[in-house]
């Protein structure tokens, strides 16, 4: 996928702009905020879940070798094959090899954030491959040629309209431009696809070192056809997704749909164990799971490590104001909202994803419901301070901020400079209150700057004959 | 007021409070020498040293970290009228100061006594010396980093209650950010306007007269923000509101 | 390079031990643990399911994502309601069935292939393995007897749920499976099908602005008939 994270606050002020897109992510605020806090409030455990989700998944990291190296020898047990990939493009390769070795002409694809950020559906499509998205909303913005811009929500910013035209385009049909209209024709549409797919490719929410499962959970069942119609089935999954046992996945998965979508469980929660078995009517004939690094082993050695118990559930971003304010494709990569703040500058380079951590107010809301509390604000700091010793901070913000600092630290020339400061600011300021203030601009554009009132506490404090 | 839980409190002058909005420097030491405490405010103080933190300088945030730390630390209390900034005193120190030997105890020690405002108010000086009155519709909005990282909700709710003639009426959306976020406003100006709007839009719909919080940061750029639209709005520190000195102007108002 | 170059073994296996020494690296050590720290299975914390009746709490936790049930006396029974049910509701009549069945009494003029389902299957009728009734679910093993085409592919779905298989936590029926796949002792793991589906209703979507629509890709309307024999 083309990483456009570089053109942050263009494509930000775009969307602030964009009144379809502003609608649709008003309503999908209300709907994911709301349909979570009823989930939750009808689970008391809620907290106990958390936390044992916390401590449970850094337990598993610390022994992150072991269980992947179990996992392998179940899936090995169960007749299945495991691939390693150390970054990308040897991902890709391998995907590409196993779909060449099986004859494909046709891909069909659960949703997967790994084979975004792995950018599979470029590179299949570039050997000649048809890749078919078949989650409906992975397939819209497939259609469309635009990347998902919510990771649970991939069209979330499309109207019923725009769909509408996406369909008559591609399938020459004149579906009905109502959501149920909309949904038969891409039902009808997708089964042909999933009948004549060679390969099915899904992702992994969990993977299971006991049983050498692969996790995959969805509404639709689009995963499901992916995976049982075709003739090999591959699995793409990042290394962090192995846990011990089936009923870490039931702990993990009493937090996913929960936060995810605010319901109790996804309809579908299929847990994949190899190739078809001797006797089976139906399954694949293969079965090849793709272990994806790229960067993940790194990041388990520094203060990163945390964000690898991220679960992909969304709700970091549903409650970003930020987000809200703007939606994924600003981020310009696989990972927007406040995990991709954390995660896309890991991924794409501190200095190519500078903005994402920085246009960020801290507010915590992030961490407050994340449901493997991964310190989301503390994170997207801890990538500003890496920023700075990297010197990625524009030159003249650095200026300001090491004149600040020789400045803060001399009392007698801090407050110096201050009752200078708000003398001067009262000067400017009329019926209490600045309009305009050159060098500061991108306050005065919006808002009024409050005029001072010409005096600081600390002067008219210690005139008063405070403390002597 | 027994004098054993009464003692020496200094008053952190957040840089905002002290070039802004002196007024809620006064209000919290009238409040507080009230109730028998002894306010004294170190004239070496100067900032806590957020702005470089979340800017992303560790080592200018330990620097003044540690200027603070010495300034305060003899205090019985630190008391600040900014859940923002006694957020970076109480959780960010002991965390920037952790592998140093000579200041980590000390960073604890100083984090373990220091309190913010309204707080402060509530559980060590009590609502019973709130005495004032503001007949008056107000709003409250709960600043993130007291919120979140303070849990501040109750406090400023129970002060206002022993305000005589005022009334409160919450608003939607209490819990979202306002979009001001120190450096964030004037770095993604664009972002945190629309942030702002939101949010003053919200404020708006209780059609009260006046909107308080807890945070000046905030409150600049509410206030700010409700100027730039005209809205007929006042805005101030709700201590102002308690020590009954909130018969001025509002912030940004003549 | 050539084609298959990326899944030449020797390669492979070069890869596969780069990335577990640069895991190793991470985490400061040298060689993976001998073992785990923690007991297997573990134990989590599980949400209080506090009603008596497991049938009830299944049936209005599966309701409220909008399937539908009914309760039946016997396996005959429940023939009888589906065939009622079909009627009722202008549905065709389920071309396809898992093997076990077959044997019930069903009309002559249903055809009930054992089979996977095609591209053109209308309605099946399965057989669920167990209930969960904590969140209202139904878990089904893949095999000769449980073609987990069923499951996805038709317009209809009916299902057949024996109260008794109805367990309160997923924790029950993990264990339960330990011991159906192995119940004279014995590795378990050993004798796993290929999928294990947990299906909570029919199929949806909210991916059109938001807007919940059933049958996206699977069934549109999934009936459950719980029978009571065993109970
Ligand atoms: S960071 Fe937390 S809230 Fe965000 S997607 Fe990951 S698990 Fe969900």
């Known amino acids: ?468 | 007021m027994p004098p054993d839980r009464t003692g020496t409190v200094g008053l952190f002058a957040t840089c905002l409070m002290n070039a802004m909005r002196p007024n809620i420097g006064f209000a919290a030491a009238r409040l507080l020498e009230d109730a028998g405490w002894r306010v004294e405010v170190p004239r070496e103080q100067t900032c806590c040293g957020q702005p470089a933190y979340n800017g992303g300088d560790e080592d200018a945030a330990r620097a003044l970290a540690r200027r603070t730390i010495a300034q305060f630390e003899a205090f019985d209390a630190l008391v600040a009228p900014s859940g923002s900034c006694l957020a970076t005193l109480k959780h960010d120190y002991p965390r920037l100061l952790r592998d140093d030997p000579l200041w980590a105890g000390r960073a604890q020690a100083l984090a373990d006594k220091s309190w913010e405002l309204l707080t402060f108010l509530h559980e060590r000086v009590g609502p019973e010396h709130i005495r004032s009155r503001f007949p008056h519709r107000v709003t409250y909005h709960d600043s993130c980093s007291g919120l979140r990282q303070l849990g501040i909700h109750e406090a400023p709710r129970a002060l206002l209650a022993r305000v005589e003639g005022l009334r409160l009426v919450e608003a939607e959306e209490r819990e979202v950010c306002c979009g001001f976020g120190g450096t964030f406003s004037v770095k993604y100006p664009a972002l945190s306007e629309r942030l702002a709007e939101n949010k003053v839009q919200r404020l708006l719909a209780t059609r009260a007269e006046v909107v308080l919080g807890g945070d000046l940061g905030c409150l600049l750029h509410l206030a700010g923000r409700l100027s730039r639209i005209c809205a007929p709005v006042r805005v101030y520190h709700t201590v102002e509101v308690l020590a009954g000195l909130a018969d001025g102007p509002g912030i940004g108002q003549s | 390079m050539s084609e298959s170059a990326p899944l030449d073994p020797a390669l492979a296996a070069r890869r596969r031990d780069t990335v577990l020494g640069a895991i190793r690296r991470n985490l400061g050590r040298d060689a993976a643990p001998p073992a785990p720290e923690f007991p297997m299975p573990p134990a989590h914390p599980r949400l209080a399911v506090p009603e008596e009746d497991l049938v009830e709490r299944w049936r209005k936790r599966w309701e409220a994502r909008g399937g539908t049930s009914a309760l039946v006396p016997t396996k005959a029974a429940a023939v009888e309601h589906l065939v009622a049910w079909c009627r009722e509701h202008g549905l065709p009549a389920p071309t396809h069935a898992a093997r076990p069945l077959l044997e019930l009494p069903w009309p002559a003029d249903w055809h009930l292939d054992p089979g996977p389902a095609g591209i053109d299957t209308q309605s099946a009728v399965s057989l669920a393995f167990a209930g969960i009734a904590e969140v209202g679910t139904l878990a089904f093993l893949s095999g000769p007897e449980s073609p987990v085409t069923h499951l996805f592919v038709p317009d209809n779905h009916f299902i057949l749920l024996d109260a008794a298989t109805i367990v309160r936590h997923f924790e029950d029926l993990w264990q339960r499976l330990r011991h159906h796949l192995a119940p004279a002792g014995g590795d378990w793991r050993e004798r796993l099908p290929r999928t294990i589906n947990f299906v909570a209703g029919p199929s949806r979507t909210g991916d059109v602005e938001q807007t919940i629509q059933l049958g996206a890709h699977g069934p549109r309307r999934v009936h459950v008939v719980i029978f009571q024999e065993n109970r």
């Open chain 1, 1 to 468: 996928m083309q990483i456009r994270t570089r053109e942050f606050i263009p494509r930000a002020t775009f969307a602030l702009h964009d009144p379809n897109l502003q609608r649709a992510l008003a309503k999908a605020a209300d709907g994911f905020i709301g349909k979570r806090a009823k989930a939750i409030a009808e689970v008391p455990e809620f907290e106990a879940l958390r936390e044992a989700a916390r401590v449970r998944k850094d337990e598993i990291l610390s022994e992150l070798d072991l269980w992947l190296e179990r996992y392998e020898a179940r899936v090995r047990a169960v007749g299945g094959q495991v691939h390693w990939a150390r970054d990308a493009e040897e991902a890709r390769a391998i995907v590409l090899a196993l779909c060449r070795r099986a004859g494909a002409k046709t891909v069909a694809k659960g949703k997967s954030m790994v084979s975004e950020e792995i950018g599979l559906n470029e590179a299949l499509a570039a050997d000649g491959l048809e890749v078919i998205e078949t989650d409906l909303g992975e397939y819209i913005v497939q259609l469309a040629k635009e990347p998902p811009s919510h990771i649970i929500a991939p069209a979330v910013h499309k109207t019923k309209e725009q769909v509408a035209e996406l369909f008559a385009e591609h399938h020459g049909t004149t579906p009905e431009p109502t959501v149920s209209g909309l949904v038969t024709e891409a039902r009808q549409q997708l089964r042909r696809a999933f009948f004549r797919a060679d390969v099915g490719i899904t992702g992994a929410n969990f993977l299971i070192a006991e049983t050498g499962a692969s996790v995959i959970v969805t509404n639709e069942g689009n995963g499901d056809l992916t995976q049982t119609l075709a003739r090999v089935h591959i699995v793409t999954a990042g290394i962090e997704k192995v846990v011990p046992a089936l009923e870490d996945a039931t702990l993990f998965l009493r937090l996913l749909a929960r936060s995810a979508t605010g319901q109790d469980s996804e309809t579908y929660t299929t847990y994949s164990m190899g190739p078809r078995r001797a006797g089976d009517p139906d399954g694949p004939q293969e079965y090849h799971v793709v272990l994806v690094d790229n960067g993940r082993s790194r990041m388990l050695g520094g203060p990163w490590r945390e964000m690898l118990r991220c679960i992909r559930c969304g709700a970091c971003m549903n409650h970003c104001p930020v987000y809200g304010a703007i939606g994924g494709h600003a981020y310009g990569w696989v990972y927007p909202g406040p995990m991709g703040s954390v995660l896309t500058p890991l991924f794409v380079g501190l200095d190519t994803a500078y903005d994402l951590p920085n246009a960020c107010t801290l507010n915590g809301r992030c961490g407050e419901v994340c449901p493997v509390k991964i310190p989301l604000p503390d994170l997207i700091r801890e990538v500003r301070h890496a920023q700075q010793r990297d010197g990625l901070h524009p030159p003249a913000e650095q200026r300001v901020k090491a004149l600040w600092r020789r400045v803060a630290e001399r009392p007698a020339l801090y407050h110096g400079l201050e009752r200078l400061a708000v003398r001067l600011l009262a000067t400017l300021g009329h019926k209490g209150r600045i309009r305009r203030l050159p060098g500061l601009s991108g306050w005065t554009d919006a808002r009024d700057l409050p005029a001072p009132a010409g005096r600081t506490f600390l002067e008219l404090w210690h005139a008063k004959g405070h403390d002597e």
